[in-house]
């Protein structure tokens, strides 16, 4: 590297990191982006993307064993596990490449190292050819997240998994514990078991998928129990007795008794840390909370030029975030006004089978802030594009402030949701009451007609059920 002189030093080039360098070279300003493993972060090359790949491979092999249902005919149906494993590697790498081909059209320097803050304005860059030190007048912290590993049951890559075991198995698992039942847990759990391991989910919580609304958790866990799973809510797991080469013995409390049971394969996705570690972050000044960085609602560290974005930035973890976070602080850099990002207006996506997807309060979270509520309710037996497809299971669900009409959040379960759930993120964004969605005309015959549905039921002015 011969020019080390920048207007702007990114860390981290994940889905917050690489978004944030274009768009700051897009507004003119000189960039340098740093990446110590893979363009594109965990998301592209060990996250969202090939777990996608995965996920579609094991939805079209589901699909397959329904010929019958569509009057069509497929015999010796099966899969060939490493070639799922290479297409997802694929698709990833060819991500990969795209990050390359935009930084180069962009005018973004990438430098592939290891970075530390070494004082007000720079940044240390161990690389192959030796230590460089880069300076700008701004810096963002993009270095993301990990998972999470509680002791004991640490993973080894043999018989206990993290995500990116899962994403490149060395066997496919007979008889699977998924220790977690948030996004990462259940999209595993659906994968395999999908692919016929026998799958047992254990969450520690009073529900699986936590996070999501009490109706949606309970129609999720009937589905999934209805291809097999076996659902241990309420329950921990304590302990793991692994023998090499045989599997693991899983002790399991449940209501203050502790049962043990085998498997081959134990897969743990209990949440995620912050890369925090070696950055210098504390010595510059930055205020840490539980492995993330304390940001403003501008994603200001409170040090003068230095900013963080997505997972290291807190919750919520997702990838869209992190982006938008990205273009905020880049427009912020660059002299503009952009406005701040609303949490609850961010959607969560889950790619299990059924689908999963939300935006906005709970009904529950909504109660608890005081709201007066109206809730509507649209079943996907009512849709006749779904029944049409053969996904009649599924559910829409909206929560509206009583008094003002506003839409105070969404969720969903069952196909496509994940596609459907962006109509009412727009709608929060633009701030429509009930009455704009309601004299909103939605086509004929599609998945959306539902989400129509859910409004109208809300009112008591649902008209297919």
Excluded at 78 to 102: E, H, T
Excluded at 285 to 290: S, W
Excluded at 311 to 326: N, Q, R, T
Aim: hydrophobic share 40%; net charge negative; charged share 25%.
């Amino acid at each position: 590297m011969s020019d080390t002189q920048f207007d702007l030093v990114v860390i981290g080039a994940g889905p917050g990191g690489y978004v944030a360098a274009i768009r700051a070279s897009q507004l003119g300003l000189k960039v340098a982006c740093v990446e110590r493993e893979h363009l594109g972060g965990i998301c592209l090359n060990w996250g969202c993307i090939p777990t996608k790949a995965l996920l579609r491979s094991s939805e079209i092999f589901h699909q397959m064993h329904r010929a019958k249902e569509f009057g069509l005919s497929a015999e010796k149906i099966d899969f060939d596990l490493d070639a799922i494993v290479k297409r997802s590697r694929g698709v990833a790498a060819q991500m990969n490449g795209g990050i390359k081909g935009l930084f180069k059209k962009n005018k973004v320097t990438s430098i592939m190292g290891e970075a530390k803050l070494a004082g007000k304005g720079k940044v240390e860059v161990k690389t192959d050819k030796g230590t460089e030190v880069l300076t700008a007048k701004n810096i963002i912290v993009a270095t993301g997240a990990r998972a999470r590993e509680l002791p004991g049951l640490e993973a080894d890559g043999d018989l206990v998994w993290t995500y990116r075991h899962a994403l490149a198995p060395v066997r496919m698992p007979k008889k699977l514990l998924v220790i977690g039942s948030g996004a990462i847990g259940i999209e595993f759990a659906s994968f395999y078991n999908t692919l016929g391991a026998d799958t047992t989910v254990v969450e520690v919580m009073d529900r699986v998928l936590p996070v999501e609304d009490k109706d949606i958790s309970a129609f999720a866990k009937k589905q999934f129990e209805k291809q097999g799973m076996k659902i241990l809510q309420k329950a921990m797991v304590k302990q793991l007795d692994r023998t090499p080469g045989k599997g693991v013995v899983a002790h399991i409390e449940m209501g203050g008794k502790t049962e043990t049971m085998e498997f081959d394969t134990v897969i743990s996705a209990v949440g995620i840390v912050g890369n925090v570690e070696g950055l210098g972050l504390e010595e510059a000044g930055v205020k840490l909370d539980r492995t993330h960085v304390v940001t403003d609602e501008y994603c200001r560290t409170g040090v003068d030029g230095l900013f963080a974005i997505g997972d290291i930035a807190g919750a919520p973890w997702l990838a869209h975030k992190a982006s938008h976070e990205g273009v905020m602080v880049a427009e912020l850099i660059a002299g503009q006004k952009p406005h701040p990002i609303k949490p609850n207006s961010i959607a969560g996506c889950t790619y299990c089978q059924p689908q999963v997807a939300s935006v906005g309060l709970t009904e529950e979270k909504a109660r608890e802030a005081g709201f007066e509520i109206k809730v509507g309710k649209f079943p996907f037996i009512g849709n006749g594009k779904a029944v049409a497809l053969g996904e009649a299971e599924g559910l829409v669900k909206t929560v509206f402030d009583a008094k003002t009409g506003e839409l105070l959040g969404a969720h969903m379960v069952g196909a496509e949701v994940t596609e459907l759930i962006q109509g009412y993120v727009i709608s929060r964004q633009l701030e429509t009451t009930e009455e704009d969605l309601m004299e909103t005309v939605f086509p004929h015959p599609t998945l959306s007609e539902m989400m129509h549905e859910a409004v109208l039921a809300a009112y008591g002015r649902a008209l297919h059920i």
